[in-house]
């Protein structure tokens, strides 16, 4: 009997370490301490190079933080993950994700060559783990994404939603609201997500967060402002931790010329989360108010910054600098 309550107690404390281990890696991940991920993470794995929630929290560490050129090492860690705890459905689940981000930065063609192995990662987390929210809302974007000739298409997706829907109610109700978003209907989307009280499910309440900053996102494009705004409102309302929400909002203010509210709005962003997307627009709103020694700073900041930046708000900053800075040498 004590070799039994032994043996029961030993798992259960490891259980618990892992737990644990898994819980302070997620609550970097949420503040966006990537470097600290990857350091721990990275000591973790030099003891022990099988430990899965080093491997995945790496991995992810990684993929957040943007740095296309190491998508390939976050892929390497998700092989290993899947090659040593075949069984476990985050591993594929990182495995996905990571060759996901690896074939979108190589473009189309590159996409397409991975595109079974992608659908076949997912599936096979959530097959091994029905309940994996994160892995069925990552099958479903494939489906949505993906031609039919490599296993997409909406008809999946909602027959996936379907299967969800009777395993989280809430989470099936969500993927429908992302797929009529995704054919413009977006009141219909609205009306849906906002129905919905904020999941206690991780996994789908980012997910009712990013629908709503996305709708609130398309209403801004579409030039429905009242819209936009009432949106990204909302969504911050109900995810105060959403900087998605507050950076739509700033875009939003930008666009009707509310300099000065996108300024404070901004600020609020660089403090949650400092990406160079933030200092362009900084920039760009200085420059409208005439401030252009501050507009000069904010660009350069926001070109020295270490974390990804695209290719067209990069040569726009580089430009817009240039200008600045002939300007004040004349």
């Known amino acids: 009997?004590?070799?039994?309550?032994?043996?029961?107690?030993?798992?259960?404390?490891?259980?618990?370490?892992a737990q644990a281990a898994a819980n302070d890696y997620s609550a970097l991940l949420k503040t966006r301490k990537f470097a600290d991920v990857e350091r721990i993470a990275?000591?973790?794995?030099?003891?022990?190079?099988?430990?899965?929630?080093?491997?995945?929290?790496?991995?992810?560490a990684i993929l957040a933080s943007g740095a296309a050129g190491r998508f390939e090492e976050a892929v390497k860690l998700g092989e290993?993950?899947?090659?040593?705890?075949?069984?476990?459905?985050?591993c594929h689940l990182t495995l996905g994700n990571a060759l996901g981000a690896k074939a979108m930065s190589n473009g189309i063609m590159s996409a397409m060559g991975y595109a079974g192995t992608i659908r076949d990662a997912f599936k096979k987390a959530v097959e091994l783990d029905p309940h994996n929210m994160e892995a069925r809302f990552s099958l479903l974007q494939y489906y949505m994404q993906a031609p039919a000739i490599v296993g997409g298409g909406s008809g999946k997706a909602k027959v996936l939603a379907a299967q969800t829907a009777s395993i989280n109610p809430d989470g099936g109700k969500l993927m429908l609201a992302r797929l009529d978003a995704s054919d413009d209907k977006l009141d219909k989307a609205e009306a849906a997500v906002l129905a919905m009280p904020t999941s206690s499910n991780e996994a789908v309440a980012e997910g009712q967060r990013d629908l709503m900053v996305n709708l609130g996102n398309k209403y801004l494009s579409d030039k429905r402002f009242a819209d936009s705004e009432r949106m990204l409102r909302e969504a911050f309302k109900r995810h105060p931790d959403s900087d998605g929400a507050l950076y739509g909002l700033a875009r939003l203010?930008?666009?009707?010329?509310?300099?000065?509210?996108?300024?404070?709005t901004m600020e609020q962003v660089t403090l949650m989360n400092p990406r160079p997307s933030t200092?362009?627009?900084?920039?760009?709103?200085?420059?409208?108010?005439?401030?252009?020694?501050?507009?000069?700073?904010a660009y350069e900041k926001a070109l020295a910054f270490k974390g990804a930046m695209s290719p067209k708000m990069k040569a726009d900053a580089e430009d817009q600098l240039k200008a600045l800075k002939t300007k004040a040498g004349g």
């Open 1 to 17: 009997m004590k070799s039994i309550f032994t043996g029961a107690c030993a798992a259960f404390c490891l259980l618990l370490s």
């Open 253 to 264: 203010q930008q666009e009707q010329g509310k300099h000065r509210e996108a300024l404070a």
């Open 80 to 90: 290993a993950c899947v090659s040593v705890h075949p069984q476990l459905s985050n």
């Open 42 to 60: 990275s000591a973790k794995l030099a003891q022990d190079p099988a430990n899965v929630d080093a491997l995945v929290a790496k991995a992810e």
């Open 279 to 297: 200092w362009y627009r900084i920039g760009q709103s200085q420059q409208a108010l005439g401030e252009k020694a501050k507009a000069t700073a």
